[in-house]
């Protein structure tokens, strides 16, 4: 079975750094993802990687300053997120599926999510 328990958030100020991690059960899934949620938002994709290849996708408004990654030795799914601004301010969820896609309905498996918040 597959489980995500995501760790890393924190309270940063703007333009700080912190990487979010994600300690998966195993490789039942071809890919994973981040997405976040802000208070009165809806869940957004971040971003998503394919395990066995690697390949990375983005969305638009953290291009350039988060960086996915996997270990695929440890079983972890890292999201590295540098020049950090408030409106990055949200719950940031793990998840995993067969297939990629910036949906929610996209993934099965869901971590519990980690707070992150960016003050001014």
């Known amino acids: 079975q597959r489980q995500l328990v995501e760790s890393g958030g924190g309270l940063v100020q703007a333009g700080d750094s912190l990487r979010l991690s994600c300690a998966a059960s195993?490789?039942?899934?071809?890919?994973y993802a981040w997405f976040r949620q802000a208070p009165g938002q809806e869940r957004e994709f971040v971003s998503r990687?394919?395990?066995?290849?690697?390949?990375?996708y983005y969305a638009d408004s953290v291009t350039g300053r988060f960086t996915i990654s996997r270990d695929n030795a440890k079983n972890m799914v890292y999201l590295q997120m540098n020049s950090l601004k408030p409106e990055d301010t949200a719950v940031y969820y793990c998840?995993?599926?067969?297939?990629?896609?910036?949906?929610?309905?996209?993934?099965?498996?869901w971590g519990q999510g980690t707070q992150v918040t960016v003050s001014s």
């Open positions: 998840a995993a599926g067969p297939v990629g896609g910036r949906t929610s309905e996209s993934y099965n498996y």
């Open positions: 195993g490789r039942t899934y071809s890919w």
């Open positions: 990687i394919k395990w066995n290849l690697g390949s990375t």
